[in-house]
């Protein structure tokens, strides 16, 4: 079988990993073999460097830096070889979290992160990259999202960021949206959770993907 590639993005909050597991026993169930991963992160050098991005301060180039340094690993070790294999890869968050919280919450240069997003996942003999087949958006209120968050757990340093960062993040993912409209299915993530999971369902059904 071809290998599918599907990322969730949104803010903290929103409520996407609840549902990046369901999504994996609905494959299972169809006979696939799921990778479940998520970025930063991924392989233990990624995982290394997600520890310093969500608790070191530094300036927004290095995040981003780092940021990226991580994907290129995670594409090499995990995600390229998974697809590869034919597995279905669902990943907790993707190259748009990048333009959304690097690009949208610090302000950092958006051109320079296309040229980042370039450089780290050109497809070798092509003049394309790899981007996730689907990307899920769990669209939420920032305002919405810091309620469910509050006393939850202890906040990462962008979790604690106010809400106006998180406005800005939104934002973000909304550019994105735009600027590829074909890849992303936007959910409406204030919904209850059984509304919410068959959204995605129907998202990931209108693709043919599953029964």
Known sequence: MKGMFISFEGIDGAGKSTHVEGLAQAFRACGRTVTLTREPGGTPL?????TLVLNEPMDAMTEALLVFAARR?????LIEPALARGDVVLCDRFTDATFAYQGGGRGFDLDMLRVLEGWVQALPGTTALRQPELTIWFDLDPAIAAQRLAGARVPDKFEAQPVEFFRRV???YGQRLAGNPARFARIDAAQSREAVWQDVLAAVRQR???A
């Open 46 to 50: 990624a995982e290394r460097l997600r």
């Open 170 to 172: 939104a934002d973000g």
């Open 73 to 77: 690993d995670h594409l090499q070790q």
């Open 208 to 210: 043919g993907w599953l």
